[in-house]
């Protein structure tokens, strides 16, 4: 019986949860933006969380004008579907209406050729293909235990070779871009205006002045403040409430 409540409510509160979406799209529908923005907003604060209502969110905000809030919601739905091209086009259209124009600095060295081809694919992917790799490893060396015939053995047990280089690359791979995404922790400027400092207090030396929208990435912390690295390799500090973190 307490099993059946316990299915009973969790299927209640899917319920729910799909309700709240669909009105939200409804809202979306009618351009009643705010609205949309309660019932997605909603389903969050539940505990629950998709690519989805993150996206959603993202479109609301867009239609708002709130750069901010944009972006940070297109962001934390690309980390949930990082594949997904609608996401990323929707985020380059909600950075353009950003203030702040800072350059990307490209990072050289072996690091940033390692980097490169790691991010080509989510660490997701990288397991999956592994696990491919895992399989047409053990189909070639069955077939090349069980075949009779000379030739054939040579071709399989050469393969063997390719298919585990190919297991191994992936799991390297895989570690790697987890491990890089796991230290990143990026953030968005929410404030207005907000003022990059050069020490973690309010007199301090300007060092740039961020607008809404702004990627930043944390580096450390200390009391209320961030100190923070842009994209072209500025660093300096930031009040914590001036921004939202992605992850």
């Excluded at 099993?3 to 899917?14: M, Y």
């Excluded at 696990?131 to 399989?156: D, E, N, P």
């Excluded at 871009?177 to 990026?186: A, F, I, Q, S, Y």
């Amino acid at each position: 019986m307490k099993k059946t409540l316990l299915v009973l409510l969790w299927l209640t509160q899917i319920g729910w949860a799909q309700t709240d979406f669909d009105q939200g799209n409804q809202y979306y529908q009618k351009e009643n933006y705010k609205a949309a923005i309660s019932r997605f907003e909603k389903i969050l604060n539940s505990g629950k969380e998709s690519a989805e209502v993150y996206f959603n969110l993202g479109n609301c905000y867009y239609k708002l004008h709130q750069v901010g809030p944009a972006i940070y919601h297109y962001e934390k739905a690309l980390l949930l579907n990082p594949n997904d091209a609608e996401i990323k086009t929707n985020l380059d259209f909600a950075r353009k209406m950003a203030i702040d124009d800072i350059k990307v600095i490209p990072k050289v060295g072996f690091h940033k050729l390692i980097s490169d081809f790691t991010s080509t694919y989510h660490y997701d992917t990288w397991a999956g293909l592994a696990v491919a790799f895992a399989f047409l490893f053990l189909v070639f060396f069955a077939g090349y235990y069980f075949s009779q015939k000379t030739l054939l053995k040579r071709i399989l047990f050469f393969s063997l070779f390719f298919w585990l280089l190919g297991m191994g690359l992936s799991v390297f791979s895989g570690f790697y871009e987890k491990t890089r995404l796991d230290n990143e922790k990026p953030a968005i400027v929410f404030a207005e205006s907000t003022s990059l400092r050069s020490e973690p207090k309010g007199n301090a030396t300007e060092a740039a002045l961020l607008h809404e929208g702004t990627k930043v990435f944390i580096l450390e912390s200390i009391a209320n403040w961030k100190k923070v690295e842009l994209t072209d390799e500025t660093t300096g500090w930031i009040e914590e409430s001036a921004i939202k973190e992605i992850k």
